[in-house]
């Protein structure tokens, strides 16, 4: 009996071990950082399940000059990697988070500043983030360090756990896929997996898709961004991302979304702009009050105007946006060089500045309206998709 015992702990250990020197090794998660092996562990499809942890920990490892955060919109558009980026800011780690707002950003920063501290930090800001649906709270107050016993769990659990194996035989089986969903060890997501569907569809079924979940959503949400004392509580988070950065002695950059027409065109028809204005010249108050350069990417011209292929036009690649929702990492290239650069002086929001430019997007986006009914037509239907 006692043989039989040490045999099977034996043997238990073993299957344990195994388990997880295999999920070590293919590291699904982008985790581990372990010798890459083409056709093994070329690709990290399950990254997105623990994408703040893995995130983390490869900022720690990368100890960047440079952080460039925000939600979705930064995670897919801005690539750490490319050449847009001065040789003096890098290394460059992509800290965006699909489906953070405001408060999550400052938060994950503060943890990662934990463990290394920036030169420079970007933040890219989205109208959408701040409006409020009631009596919002924030928590304002500091984090604590981070807890070595609920990193030590985490370990454990991406290395054997149930799901932790099946993500690693997944993992295995995506490396052969023709657009894996991957990582970048800058932490950057690339969106490869949505040229399956253009391939399969066209863009316009993305776009399409992502307006009818975009109105959806405008409709059923909250029309404003301020309470009726006039203050928004993500403010009061952006202040405290302000005081770290001066007391670290960070430089602070914020910048706005270029959002595609069709996005400005839902604001309009749902209801959503006298906020989105408001939105606006509060943060251009708010900037100026903190002396935090911020650049305003928000307009209508022949990169937000890009036109979208017909329905069923698999052969046409948009080079600027994928969807509505999400540019590609080409326009995050051309705000790179103009953020760093100064090249367009004319998008730094200012009080000065805010009521014209707020009025040429309006007069811009009315102009385009008429030019491109089509664009019209599109945000219609995806008005009756979302009504269904």
Sequence with gaps: MRRYLVIFALTATLLVASTALLAWFVDPYAYWNSPTVEGINRYHPASGKHLEAVKLRQYARLSPNTIITGNSRVDVGFD???SAWPQGMQPVYNLGFPGYGVEGVVRTVEKALFTSQPRTIFVGLDFLDFRLDGDEQVRTERLSAPDWQERAALDAKLLISIDALTDTFSALAEQRARYPADITPQG??????????????????????RNRENIKAYLEGSKTVR???????????????VETAKRKRIVLVFFTYPYHADILLSFRSSGLWPAYEDWVRDLAAFSARNHVLTYDFTRIDEV??????AQGDTKADMKWYWEAGHFKSALGDRMIMIMNASLDDRLVLTPESVNARLSELREGLAAYGKQHPEALQRIDEAFEDAAE
Excluded at 196 to 209: I, K, P
């Design 80 to 82: 750490p990697a490319s």
């Design 188 to 209: 950057f997501n690339s969106l490869s997996e949505y040229h399956s569907v253009v391939d399969a569809e066209g863009h316009a079924a993305l776009f399409r898709q």
């Design 227 to 241: 309470r009726p004392g006039g203050d928004n509580p993500n403010f009061a988070m952006l202040q405290q991302l």
């Design 304 to 309: 937000t105007g890009e036109p979208v292929p």
